[in-house]
């Protein structure tokens, strides 16, 4: 069992980190792939999910967050799809280009985005990693995540609030609906546009932009899911993307809301930067999911604004912290990974909050677990067996 194994662990010191006056350099995401869900969550391996940004107009507010949710076209969220379409977009872009990409990590960015948060994080995590062609991939440990739903829910079967947690998760889905349209604005009708209202929210669709970035010298690929684009998309490969990313928020009507929504800031800033999404566009909503008013943000300039806002001093956070505490982390479950004499099996990666802490023992000895698919393994296999032969 997993506490037989030796605990290699990782000390988050927040102090060192925020007293750091440097920032690990980091090489801005370039996307060098892309995939979709379609509408029934099937997998494409093109950019048929994209959405433009074009929000809900100024007569359209305040606007219901909670209408339509009776009809809501809900994804089954109780499989885990481990990185498999990752690798499979990946794989699919090795066979155009005949060489596998020099990435030395590959994981979802909501992975990343939660080693970026965690000398912040309050809430822990696992995931799951393996070694293999010298590249480590990470993937949500969905037990732990199920697991904790599970718990969530039980808490919101006692939860008096007027609106269920269900509810309120839809209203974000119903803002996305509100402020995309499935094509370029000139080429969607006003109707069209109009009736953006009565459409059926639906989560399975989804565009997923894989990149290639750089944080600390190390090479990441990273893939994610992104909300909308604001113009259109350039035909140059690897140039900057004009990406939105779309998040509601509640109103801010208290210190304690700012609170509050600067702590959230930090996510949609780090979820953003991983991904180079340069616009934040947050839907204010009251507390009955009524959108009253919509902001941008500058993922670049956000935790400036933070700084700004929190004169109070009450609870800010510094971008650096982020970067290098991710840097570092990365470094050390390579280093590790690397030095184990086997090469092989599954790794834990364990968020402790007491003492703030990152874990890393084996759970398998042997093989990938699920987080590779088989296809991916006997195409790099293959891959590698040609690049010999060549050499040979
Ligand atoms: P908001 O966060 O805007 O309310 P994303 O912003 O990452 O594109 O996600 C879109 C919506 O999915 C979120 O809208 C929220 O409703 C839901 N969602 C995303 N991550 C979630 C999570 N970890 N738990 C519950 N709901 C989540
Ligand atoms: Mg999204
Ligand atoms: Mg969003």
Known sequence: MEQNNDIHQFFIDVNRLTAATTQAPVKRPREFTCFSYDKYHNLRLDDSSLKWYYPPQAHELPANLSAGFDKFDKHDNSQDEHLD????????????????????????????????????????????????????????????????????????????????????????????????????????????????????????????????????????????????????????????????????????????????????????????????????????????????????YSTQKIDEQVRRESSSGKWTWRPWVCVNFASEVLDWIQQTIRADPQQTGVWRIRLQKKPKTIELFKVEEMGHGKILTEEFVNWRTRLAASNRSQEG
């Open 85 to 296: 379409s990752l690798l499979t977009a990946i794989a699919h872009h090795e066979q155009q280009t005949g060489e596998a990409i020099d990435a030395k990590f590959v994981t979802w960015r909501g992975m990343m985005t939660k080693f970026m948060g965690s000398p912040y994080d309050e809430d822990g995590f696992e995931m799951n990693a393996t070694l293999f062609q010298d590249c480590v991939f990470i993937e949500e440990n969905w037990g732990f995540k199920a697991g904790r739903e599970a718990e969530q829910q039980q808490q919101n079967g006692s939860w008096k609030g007027p609106v269920s947690q269900q509810q309120m998760q839809f209203w974000g889905y119903k803002f996305e609906t509100l402020a995309t349209i499935p094509r370029p604005w000139g080429e969607t009708s006003r109707e069209e546009i109009e009736n953006r209202d009565g459409e059926v929210v639906n989560n399975k669709e989804q565009y997923c932009s894989v990149v290639r970035s750089e944080i600390g010298g190390k090479v990441l690929c990273l893939g994610g899911e992104v909300d909308a684009i604001w113009d259109c998309k350039p035909k140059t490969p690897g140039a900057k993307i004009d990406w939105v990313e779309l998040k509601t928020s509640k109103v801010i009507q208290s210190g304690r809301d700012q609170f509050n929504f600067n702590r959230k800031l930090m996510k949609f800033w780090a979820q953003s930067f991983l991904l180079g999404v340069p616009r934040i566009i947050v839907g204010f909503r009251d507390r009955d999911g009524m959108l009253v008013n919509i902001e941008e």
